[in-house]
C-alpha cells in the first residue's frame, strides 16, 4: 500500500486499485517530485491526471495544496481515490472527475481554468505523455505541468526546465509561465 510521504498526512497509508490497470509511483520517485516542487505547493491548485491511487494529489493536498482535482477514467481507480479522499478529511479540498484525461483537458479552454500545477503519470506503454506534452503546449493548462514517462522518450517539448532519470522512470518538468525552477531533491 502506498503512503503519503511528508507534510499534514506523512506517513498515512491509502488504498491503490487492485489489478494491474495501475502503476502507483514509487516513493522514492515521489520524493524526488516533491522535493523539487518544495514550497511551489503552497496554496496551490493542483490537477492530478491519470490519477490512480490519487498518491501525488493528495501528496500535494499533504503539502500544503489548497486544492486538488484528480482525473481518472477506470472506475476502481476512481473508488479508490474517493475512498482515499474521505479517509484523509480532504473532501473539502479535492474534486474528483471520472473521465478520460484528454476529453477533460479539452473542456478546460478559459485561462480560468488553469492549475498552479499539473501532476501526470500516464501508463508507460502508451504514448500518453508525449501526447499530453503537445497538449500542455498548444494550450497550457498550468503554469507547471510535471509528468512521470519511461526513461529515454524523445521529444517531450520545447518548455522542459528540469528531467532527471531513475532507474526506467523519468520526472520532466515543463512550464507554461514565469515559475520558480524546481530546486535540487
Known sequence: MPR???????????????????RPTASRIREAWFSALGDS??????????????????????RGAMHAHFVESNRRAAAAIRDNIRSLGVTD???????????FLMERERPMDRFDIGLA???????????????FEAEPFARLLCVEHRSGLANLG????????????????????????????
Open 158 to 185: 520545447r518548455q522542459v526546465v528540469w528531467t532527471r532519470m531513475y532507474g526506467d522512470a523519468q520526472l520532466t518538468f515543463l512550464k507554461s509561465a514565469p515559475f520558480d525552477p524546481p530546486r535540487e531533491p
Open 4 to 22: 503519503i510521504i511528508a507534510g499534514q498526512f506523512g506517513g498515512r497509508r491509502i488504498r491503490a486499485p487492485r489489478g494491474h490497470g495501475t
Open 41 to 62: 505547493l503552497e496554496g496551490a491548485r493542483v490537477v492530478d491526471l491519470f490519477a490512480g491511487s490519487g498518491a501525488l494529489g493528495l501528496e500535494a493536498l499533504s
Open 93 to 103: 479540498r479535492a474534486t474528483l472527475v471520472v473521465r478520460e484525461v484528454f476529453a
Open 121 to 135: 503519470d500516464p501508463p508507460y506503454a502508451s504514448d500518453a505523455a508525449s501526447r499530453l506534452v503537445a497538449r
